[in-house]
């Protein structure tokens, strides 16, 4: 299965401020997500991101709020804009060849809002 | 909307117990996968079912596919310190290549 490569691991930034997380997979997927996790809670999907094309969000999460980028199949990049304190949250990326095989994680960026 | 539950929430056990997870499916599903979260950690794929009544396992970890796939669960024999973390279940959703996760069971096991 594929691996995939996050960071940064954690953040500590200025609210105002955005946030540009990373995540290389070493073998192209054709499918990849981004999540939020609050510590003790499920995951929740903000978007998939579409290769070549603009993401797809869940409701609840903007572009304007959460770009994402996917120029090709191996590559993703999730931007936090504007961060608040309520930003504040593990993201966490994901992707696979086809949901009917699993899905692989990165390890997650922990971000605090200050 | 498409939804997985997950119960209990939490279990404590003590080491040596059996501990098992349920999920149910408001839909009917293609196939159910498991994934264990440790702390701080994320979440790794365990295992994925897909026929009608399917049982599968992993060592001391059983897991079951209802027979209307709806449902599904993860038991583990004789619990150990290495078996701590959160266990989710996720299904598909209908054609978006989305998996649907339940909340999790957090489980914690006593020495």
């Known amino acids: 299965s594929a691996v995939i490569s996050q960071k940064p691991s954690r953040d500590i930034c200025q609210r105002g401020t955005s946030l540009t997380i990373q995540c290389q997979v070493d073998?192209?997927?054709?499918?990849m997500f981004w999540y939020r996790q609050q510590p003790g809670q499920s995951l929740t999907l903000i978007a998939t991101?579409?290769?070549?094309?603009?993401?797809?969000?869940e409701s609840g999460f903007v572009i304007d709020k959460f770009p994402i980028s996917r120029p090709n199949l191996t590559f993703s990049t999730l931007t936090v804009s504007n961060m608040s304190p309520e930003d504040s949250s593990i993201y966490l990326c994901?992707?696979?060849?086809?949901?009917?095989?699993?899905?692989?994680f990165g390890s997650g960026t922990r971000l605090t809002v200050v | 909307g498409q939804q997985v539950m997950q119960i209990p929430q939490y279990q404590h056990v003590q080491e040596g117990e059996d501990f098992t997870t349920y999920c149910n499916s408001s839909?009917?599903?293609?196939?159910i996968q498991w994934y264990k979260q440790r702390p701080g950690g994320h979440p790794v794929f365990l295992i994925q079912?897909?026929?009608?009544?399917e049982v599968k396992k992993q060592k001391r970890l059983t897991f079951q596919f209802g027979e209307a796939k709806k449902n599904s669960s993860l038991h583990i024999t004789a619990t150990q310190t290495t078996d701590v973390g959160t266990y989710f279940c996720?299904?598909?959703?209908?054609?978006?290549?989305?998996?649907?996760f339940g909340q999790g069971t957090t489980l914690q096991v006593k020495p």
């Open positions: 991101a579409n290769q070549g094309s603009e993401a797809t969000y």
């Open positions: 839909t009917t599903l293609s196939n």
């Open positions: 079912l897909v026929k009608s009544g």
């Open positions: 994901s992707g696979g060849s086809s949901v009917n095989y699993g899905y692989t």
């Open positions: 073998s192209q997927v054709t499918m």
């Open positions: 996720a299904g598909p959703s209908s054609n978006t290549g989305k998996l649907i």
